[in-house]
């Protein structure tokens, strides 16, 4: 896996750096702001691009915005994007385009090795890795007499480990249950949302995801 970092802080940076090299994985450049990651996802055409959402000159979203240039000039390439803070209308903005390979972690929890590179591996491979807060930010923007009403608690659950990118048996493991009781609340789901039946987590997780994104007025 070939890997492009754009970190501002030099320390952040490095550290991510060394992790992901430590860890079998090409950083194949590191950039300091936006033009710069465009330039080098140009340059190397890695796997996958790790950004941080708020870069120079301004601290705003500099880093989202050459995220979504990158996946405009060069389709397919990956992109996590990580930040300090919950920002919902990033990461919709982020997933707007559904195709796969995107993430979006708080910076905390790059802090949780084993998590961040889960999340590495899961986005390179076409995955989606959405944080916890994100995804519960993004029921809270839900009307709640939706139907994401019709769920159960159990089923709200499990469709939160959905969006997070959870596999079915990542799912059974996190809530101690049986594969197969998992794949009976993932029916349930998706009908009860009114989502297409699907064989491929990849295409079940943007089809939440994409439900998810439409917020109340």
Do not use: W
């Amino acid at each position: 896996m070939r890997v492009v970092i754009a970190e501002d802080h030099v320390l952040l940076r490095d550290g991510m750096t060394r992790l992901l090299r430590d860890n079998d994985i090409d950083v194949v450049a590191a950039a300091g702001d936006g033009d710069g990651l465009v330039r080098e996802v140009l340059a190397r055409r890695p796997d996958l691009a790790v950004v941080d959402i708020r870069l120079p000159p301004t601290f705003h979203d500099e880093g989202l915005r050459a995220a979504l240039e990158v996946r405009r000039r060069v389709p397919g390439t990956a992109v996590l994007v990580v930040s300090q803070y919950v920002e919902p209308t990033y990461a919709e903005e982020l997933l707007a385009d559904r195709g796969g390979g995107i993430g979006y972690l708080l910076k905390d929890r790059v802090m949780h090795v084993a998590d961040f590179l889960e999340a590495v591996r899961r986005v390179a491979a076409g995955g989606t890795a959405l944080d916890p807060e994100v995804v519960a930010q993004l029921f809270s923007r839900r009307r709640q007499d939706g139907p994401i009403a019709r769920l159960t608690p159990r089923e709200r659950e499990v469709l939160a480990l959905m969006a997070e990118g959870r596999s079915n048996a990542g799912i059974a493991e996190s809530l101690v249950l049986t594969v197969g009781a998992v794949e009976k609340h993932v029916q349930n789901i998706l009908s009860k949302l009114d989502l297409p039946q699907s064989a491929s987590d990849h295409r079940r997780v943007l089809a939440v995801l994409a439900y998810l994104q439409q917020t109340e007025d």
